[in-house]
């Protein structure tokens, strides 16, 4: 008696994709494509930075050749000998260090309590108070420097660093309010009232949950506003006429437009470098809370 034996489905191996069936994302191909075009990229940004350094590391007859040189026949570092021979270089820095701290912690400090306020309180015009910190913004800066003037003269803070500090709250704080009401929004009120509920007072309960969860993007928001304060320049040149109260953004200009240093561009790259060097270090030492604090606050809003 014959038994029929079922057939063995034959075991059919998965197909090898190629490298056109596999996403963008995985195509080798495509990522070499993209690695060049962002390598181009980079070098396209960065050769801007590696000449203003160059510059100041060449000898006056490498700057002043007919055919640029890509790299000095010997270094020479008399450009930074020259900026920090200036007797007005540090002082004015020191100047452009004080006002920026000044403007950013006061900034912050009025901006968080505003947004905390704004984030966690319902009182009549909270839209209207919402979309004007937006508004003010959109507001160029040269619009309200005679505005300023006026009121800073009028109060006797004309050419004091304390009235620069108190100007650049105009474009600090509305920044810092609409910015830190993202991130506040995102913490649940509830973890406000189970705090309360432990014994914590309102007061307790912000310096022990919201401020802390709110770090993030108050290094986010210091970073940028720091960065707008550091490199303004109308508001500064405006409001101070003493040598010795200007800030290093109108050194600089006043610097390269001096007969004596007009021609010398070893020493006005040398003097822009070292202004911008504190920006730098400052944005590469918090690069990652930055990167962090821009998505943190993205959810809601």
Not at 176 to 181: A, E, G, H, I, K
Not at 257 to 281: E, F, R
Request: proline content about 6%; glycine content about 6%; charged content about 10%.
């Amino acid at each position: 008696m014959a038994v029929d034996v079922p057939k063995a489905n034959p075991v059919r191996l998965p197909r090898r994709k190629s490298s056109a069936d596999r996403p963008a994302h995985q195509n080798p191909w495509m990522t070499r494509v993209w690695n060049t075009v962002a390598i181009g990229f980079a070098v396209v940004m960065g050769f801007p930075i590696y000449w203003m350094i160059l510059t100041t590391i060449k000898s006056n007859k490498d700057l002043l050749s007919q055919d640029p040189t890509f790299w000095p026949s010997h270094f020479d570092f008399a450009s930074y000998t020259t900026i920090f021979a200036d007797p007005n270089f540090l002082p004015d820095l020191g100047n452009t260090a004080l006002i920026t701290l000044g403007a950013v912690a006061a900034g912050l400090v009025v901006g968080l309590l505003a947004a905390i306020g704004v984030a966690r309180f319902r009182f009549r015009g909270r839209n209207f108070f919402i979309v004007s910190m937006l508004v003010v913004q959109m507001v160029p800066l040269l619009a309200l420097v005679i505005p300023m003037y006026l009121i800073l003269n009028a109060a006797g803070l004309y050419n004091q660093l304390f009235g620069v500090i108190l100007a650049y709250l105009v474009f600090t704080i509305p920044y810092v309010v609409w910015t830190l009401r993202s991130f506040i929004v995102n913490i649940p009120m509830e973890l406000d009232e189970a705090a309360m509920v432990d014994g914590c007072t309102r007061w307790g309960a912000f310096f022990r949950v919201v401020l802390p969860l709110t770090v993030p993007g108050l290094i986010t928001t210091g970073v940028y506003c720091w960065i707008q304060a550091w490199n303004e320049f109308i508001i500064a040149n405006t409001m101070l006429s003493s040598n010795n109260k200007q800030t290093s953004m109108v050194w600089l200009t006043s610097y390269a437009a001096s007969p004596t240093h007009g021609a010398d561009y070893g020493s006005q790259m040398a003097g822009a470098l070292l202004v911008s060097l504190p920006v730098i270090i400052l944005f590469v030492i918090f690069q990652k809370r930055v990167a962090s604090g821009l998505t943190a606050g993205a959810v809601k809003g």
